[in-house]
């Protein structure tokens, strides 16, 4: 079959590979979800020290088997990111800018404010392991922005929220000038560029803008889609090598900063192993499978993710001693799995439709007052 030309296919109307729902994505989402949630509940140095808050002996004498395959688990951070830049690239192409800010704020927002108060209960009413936030950081924790304003989270793994919200506000500037494979390339190459010079320039600003410690893995994202697209090039695995050459330094940084007990070495090779998933899935291996059940799977996967740590961690606390603790991790997991999809179901698929209804409301008069 004759190839065609990625900046030809730009402008054509037919890209290569016809788009569709990636089914695989939807359950590599959830397996990511999963992968932290057991790390947070059975693999952390937080709950590997003599008197920790959560299990108050080391997980690692209870669950010594368990700990050491959670103790990897901190990656599914990682591999959110990755999964975020192919998501975001394939979401907004062809979308105005105002399509993909809409799109942003009615996917994030709905099951992050539940979560923020659901949590902030679970702390108040059962307090001892987590300490709550004053009522006016809470409040400000609405906004998403309070990484930004110095202010701790409500939960801590709303860190990479504000990863996420970078990431949304560099790759507008490609949105708003309209996708094509040259530009996306370009943002890969220069923000990969200023995320490699942030640390040694000392720039606060430039480090804050590239966020080297996340723009690696969106990148690699980025580049997987383009893939998937417009078929795989040279410069496209360039680009992914790089990705993957810088990433596996940002996961030593991770296990080094925040005192990780994984190595280096089984680190990498999980993160490979993913990468080579993706690969496949951008190459069009994994487009029978079309299991129905997997986009289910995938809507569960943010509310979970937003909700298991700080409120799943106080639940063990309360019934360590109730039972086996394996099984007691096991069934606060499938428990807060039923809490998610409850979530979705009456919390943000609902809030999310009203959201968009107003925005379009709210966009369209400023068309009409522009007019």
Known sequence: MRRVSPDALATSPRPQRERGRLYAIDGLRLVAALMVALHHY?????VDQPHNAVWDRPVSDIMPTVFHLATYGWIGVEIFFVISGFVICMSCWGRTPRQFFVSRVIRLYPAYWFAIIFTTVVLVALPGVWDRLRTRDILLNFTMLQSGSGVLN??????????ELRFYLLFMVVVVTGLTYRKVVIFCCVWGAAAMLAP??????????????GAWYFIAGLALYLMHRFGQDLLLWGILAMAWLMGQRELQLRIDNVEHVSGWRGSVLIFTVFLLVMVAIALGATDGIRWKWLVTAGSLTFPLYLMHYAAGTTFINRMKDTMDARLLVVSVIAGFL??????????????????KRGLDTSFARLRNAGA
């Open 42 to 46: 059975a693999g952390t140095d937080r």
């Open 338 to 355: 039923v809490l998610s999809w409850l979530v979705h179901r009456f919390v943000e698929a609902p809030v999310a439709r009203m959201l």
């Open 200 to 213: 040694v320039a000392k720039f606060d600003l430039l480090t804050l803008a590239a966020d080297p410690g």
């Open 154 to 163: 409500v939960d801590g793994v709303y860190w990479t929220l504000w990863s």
